[in-house]
């Protein structure tokens, strides 16, 4: 009797341990990765401590990213990204959530319970989830919320595109998706220190320029009426600028 109980306990400590410890053997300390927005935004660009990219795309049944959104988020991260190694995308869908909306420390503790890629050796590791539901804001389509993890909100990107008079659900995808990767990369002015001034006053960390990527709203509902003729905005010379002067391309 006495004997089963002390096998249980051990057991149970043994799984508690494996169960926090699913990384590989030599990858950073998660702690690397609970870092603002921003704050790893010359180690996404240069090569000069990570050479390769991770990247985990997982999503709740229903709202994997359409291909054509990733090969286009892929092809700007090949732009401007110096990793010689490469760029590998990981897919692993996950399960639904059942509230409509979700708060940043919901999204939070789901990527703590989910996210297998983490930083190892010279691989940088970098993280979306696409939800099924919306953000506790209901016009924002997507969120960076530390220095390699973004959510993308599934229903509300659905809401909004692919239907009769709206944009391209892959458009709207790719649009958001590299908006937020603009942050990670330290857009604006938060880890890619500005080369010219232009911050928009009144919407902090994006850019002034209207047509930008990093213009605020391309992560909002408000986008719709920026997306003319359903092009993906791109970054523009003063943010292009930020990403060189801090070891991109
Ligand atoms: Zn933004
Ligand atoms: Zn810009």
Redesign the pocket.
């Given at each position: 009797m006495r004997k089963t109980l002390l096998h249980l306990l051990v057991f149970t400590i043994l799984a508690g341990c494996s169960k926090s410890d699913n990384e590989p053997a030599n990858a950073l300390p998660v702690a690397y990765h609970n870092k603002g927005t921003g704050a790893s935004a010359h180690d996404l660009l240069s090569a000069d401590a990570y050479t390769s990219l991770k990247i985990e795309i997982q999503y709740m049944p229903g709202y994997r990213p359409q291909d054509a959104a990733v090969t286009h988020l892929v092809s700007l991260l090949n732009a401007r990204l110096n990793k010689p190694g490469g760029m590998q995308v990981v897919y692993r869908e996950v399960p639904a959530s059942d509230k409509e909306v979700l708060s940043v420390d919901e999204i939070a503790a789901l990527e703590k319970q989910y996210r297998t890629v983490y930083t190892s050796g010279k691989e940088l590791g970098i993280y979306f989830l696409f939800t099924n539901g919306g953000y506790t804001q209901s016009n924002v389509l997507g969120i960076?919320y530390r220095n390699t993890s973004m959510c993308l909100f599934g229903k509300t990107l659905h809401d909004n595109s692919g239907g009769v008079g709206q944009v391209s659900r892959s458009n709207l995808q790719a649009t958001v998706a590299e908006?937020?990767l603009?942050?990670l990369l330290g857009l604006v002015d938060i880890g890619s220190p500005m080369q010219t001034p232009h911050k928009d006053p009144d919407h902090g960390?994006?850019c002034s320029t209207q047509d930008c990527l990093?213009y605020?709203a391309?992560?909002t509902t408000a986008i719709l009426g920026f997306l003319p003729g359903n092009d993906i905005p791109v970054f523009d010379n003063a943010c292009l600028a930020d990403l060189q002067a801090n070891g991109g391309r």
């Amino acid at each position: 009797m006495r004997k089963t109980l002390l096998h249980l306990l051990v057991f149970t400590i043994l799984a508690g341990c494996s169960k926090s410890d699913n990384e590989p053997a030599n990858a950073l300390p998660v702690a690397y990765h609970n870092k603002g927005t921003g704050a790893s935004a010359h180690d996404l660009l240069s090569a000069d401590a990570y050479t390769s990219l991770k990247i985990e795309i997982q999503y709740m049944p229903g709202y994997r990213p359409q291909d054509a959104a990733v090969t286009h988020l892929v092809s700007l991260l090949n732009a401007r990204l110096n990793k010689p190694g490469g760029m590998q995308v990981v897919y692993r869908e996950v399960p639904a959530s059942d509230k409509e909306v979700l708060s940043v420390d919901e999204i939070a503790a789901l990527e703590k319970q989910y996210r297998t890629v983490y930083t190892s050796g010279k691989e940088l590791g970098i993280y979306f989830l696409f939800t099924n539901g919306g953000y506790t804001q209901s016009n924002v389509l997507g969120i960076a919320y530390r220095n390699t993890s973004m959510c993308l909100f599934g229903k509300t990107l659905h809401d909004n595109s692919g239907g009769v008079g709206q944009v391209s659900r892959s458009n709207l995808q790719a649009t958001v998706a590299e908006h937020e990767l603009g942050h990670l990369l330290g857009l604006v002015d938060i880890g890619s220190p500005m080369q010219t001034p232009h911050k928009d006053p009144d919407h902090g960390n994006h850019c002034s320029t209207q047509d930008c990527l990093m213009y605020y709203a391309s992560e909002t509902t408000a986008i719709l009426g920026f997306l003319p003729g359903n092009d993906i905005p791109v970054f523009d010379n003063a943010c292009l600028a930020d990403l060189q002067a801090n070891g991109g391309r």
